[in-house]
């Protein structure tokens, strides 16, 4: 398709939507008694429930379903697809690998941005301190993935480096390091690109919660004599509780799901595949929609309690 | 929020008040130590990129063989990069760039306003079965994309009744289609549920009123509703642009790997595989892929925080 062909079927998308949707309302609109009360109805809500229904349930559904079936879909096999999942070595290390993904990065993340937030909090170029740790919320984790790969990128130790790291360890006379390919460790230099992701994130809700704290508070833990890292410990942290749990379960829920990053740094070679990734491999490259289905069940199962938990704390932080 | 209002001279009561809490907490870690930690994070936090910029701007002999640092000490500047990566017959980001927008902008259009619509339905309208639906709609929130991916391209490829396939470039559309239509479904249950309760904050004497004076639902919505929805569908619209922008997943996957109507993210993933040591270009490719977000993200930053926290429970 040309330039030109491809601005054609977006604007012919576009129009024919908004022209389809203002039609249907005029004519809700004309049609008065308890029939029109039902078409005005209908015409709101059925194309979000049918576009849910069509692609969000039944595929749910399908999935758990041929999770329970061979690659090919040809017949049942039981919990054999759960089961490689939990015994193929392969497997294992991406299940070992996701765990500390979701182990290790929103408590890092949370962590930074929660002492980034204090430390500048109030001061002179907070705001402009702010975007610097926040812009990388913008960008798509491709574009990060990129960043960091230029950081780590590697030359044998005699060479001009062009990778920032590896020019540090050779300033302090160490040999450079194969950062993304050096196992077990090149999980955690992964994990790295998400916290500088989340960091902003976390900084952002947690500084907002930061200033809520009510003044009584404070200033009765001051005439106690409460102050410094007590006050940090027992004022300033039980009063962003709230917060900081649902900082910490939306980032969980975020690193579970992370793809882009591994294909893009690694491919999810050299022991760095995790379950979204080993997902895509086993549904769109090695074909074998059984395991993927049920790596993306497993991927369901795991996230259901955060979003759970995330979404009353959501509301309760909502209702105050 | 107080942290939105411009300081004034001499700080108010309430201003003070806010502030006292952060302000101990500030005290007890302003030491050295504490100002050389904040510095270090704003350091590691925007090194990475002033590098792969600084190299972007860099002639190719020299991005590889020195570190950007050196540019400091031995200036140079070219744009040979970016004009490599946007029109060079072997990576021709322009394509790209133009795919992104075509995704990009009937994937926010077509979800908001179902959305919108859908949002004032379960608001202000009474019909058999609704709080249950409703219920239904908020909890296809948990599902996450993956779980739907390989039965939702079957029945792009293969839909029943007999309908035309969606997928591939000699469907209708080219194959746009089936990005636009997984991003539109994708984002109807949150982008429902959060315009459901703003919709609901509209006092109910209002939409009474309107009713008692005649004025059916269609008029409600598109006369009262809209335009006091106008600042929440604008943060959401930002929201879903830069989730759809900056995609791989749902392009990937529904793209069907036909570069034909890939987008950036796609061909840049797919350059940092093939070339991934020309960081000339690779450097210049990802600013190009970046420029986007960054504008809308400063330029709308108010929004964007005020959306924060729902915005990233999604995918």
Do not use: C
């Amino acid at each position: 398709m040309s330039t030109g062909e491809k601005f054609v079927q977006l604007i012919i998308a576009i129009a024919l939507f908004l022209a389809v949707m203002a039609a249907v309302l005029v004519i809700a609109d004309r049609v008065k008694s308890k029939r029109g009360e039902l078409l005005q109805t209908t015409v709101f809500v059925l194309p979000a429930a049918l576009m849910i229904a069509l692609g969000l349930l039944y595929p749910g559904l399908r999935t758990i379903y041929e999770s329970f079936r061979d690659a090919n879909s040809t017949q049942f096999v039981g919990l054999e697809n759960y089961q490689t999942i939990f015994t193929d070595g392969a497997q294992l290390t991406v299940l070992r690998n996701t765990a500390i993904w979701v182990l290790v990065t929103p408590v890092l993340a949370t962590f930074i941005g929660l002492v980034y937030a204090i430390l500048i909090d109030r001061s002179r170029f907070e705001k402009f301190a702010k975007s610097l740790i926040f812009l990388p919320m913008a960008i798509s984790l491709v574009g990060a993935s990129l960043i960091w790969k230029f950081v780590y990128d590697y030359r044998a130790t005699e060479n001009a480096q062009i990778g920032v790291l590896n020019e540090l360890l050779k300033l302090v006379g160490i040999d450079t390091y194969r950062f993304l390919l050096t196992e077990p460790w090149n999980t955690m230099f992964l994990i790295v690109i998400m916290i500088w992701v989340q960091a902003g994130f976390a900084m952002t809700i947690l500084s907002a919660a930061i200033k809520a704290i009510p003044d009584d508070i404070v200033e009765a833990a001051k005439l106690d004599g409460v102050s410094g890292t007590r006050m940090f410990r027992y004022i300033t942290v039980p009063s962003i509780r709230p917060s900081l749990i649902v900082v910490l379960t939306t980032i969980s829920i975020a690193t579970l799901k992370v793809f882009d990053i591994v294909r893009t740094a690694t491919g999810g070679n050299f022991e760095t595949s995790v379950l979204a990734y080993e997902f895509y491999v086993q549904s769109f490259r090695s074909f074998n929609g059984g395991l993927g289905a049920a790596l993306a069940v497993l991927i369901f199962i795991l996230v259901i309690p955060i979003v759970v938990y995330n979404i009353r704390q959501m509301r309760r932080l909502e209702a105050r | 929020m107080t942290t939105t209002t411009p300081a004034p001279a001499v700080p108010s009561k309430k201003q003070q008040r806010a502030n006292a809490a952060a302000e101990s907490a500030h005290q007890k870690l302003s030491s050295p130590w504490a100002s050389f930690a904040a510095i270090v994070i704003a350091v590691v936090w925007t090194v990475p990129t002033l590098g792969l910029f600084i190299s972007s701007f860099r002639p190719e002999d020299d991005v590889k063989g020195s570190g950007w640092w050196t540019w400091f000490t031995n200036p140079s500047f070219t744009l040979d990069n970016y004009s490599a990566v946007l029109s060079g017959s072997d990576t021709d980001l322009a394509t790209y760039f133009i795919n992104s927008i075509v995704i990009t902008l009937p994937s926010v259009v077509i979800p908001i306003t179902l959305a919108t619509m859908a949002a004032y339905a379960f608001a202000w309208m009474k019909f058999p079965g609704r709080d249950l639906l409703f219920v239904a709609v908020f909890a296809m929130q948990i599902v996450p994309i993956q779980v739907t991916m390989i039965p939702l391209l079957s029945l792009y490829v293969t839909p029943p009744f007999g309908l035309p396939s969606l997928a591939g470039s000699e469907a209708f559309g080219g194959g746009f289609y089936t990005i636009w239509l997984s991003h539109s479904i994708f984002a109807l249950p949150l982008a429902i549920y959060l315009l459901h309760n703003f919709m609901k904050e509209i006092p109910a004497e209002l939409v009474e009123a309107a009713r008692v004076d005649g004025a059916g639902h269609v008029r409600i919505f598109t006369r009262i509703m809209l335009p006091l929805m106008t600042p929440s569908i604008a943060a959401l619209g930002i929201f879903q642009f830069l989730w759809v922008w900056n995609d791989l997943l749902v392009a990937l996957v529904f793209g069907g790997g036909n570069l034909d109507i890939s987008p950036l993210t796609v061909r840049l993933a797919e350059l940092s595989g093939t070339r991934g040591q020309d960081w000339h270009l690779l450097s210049a490719g990802a600013f190009v892929s970046l420029v986007v977000p960054l504008i809308v993200f400063l330029s709308l930053q108010r929004y964007f925080v005020r959306g924060l926290l729902a915005g990233s429970v999604k995918g």
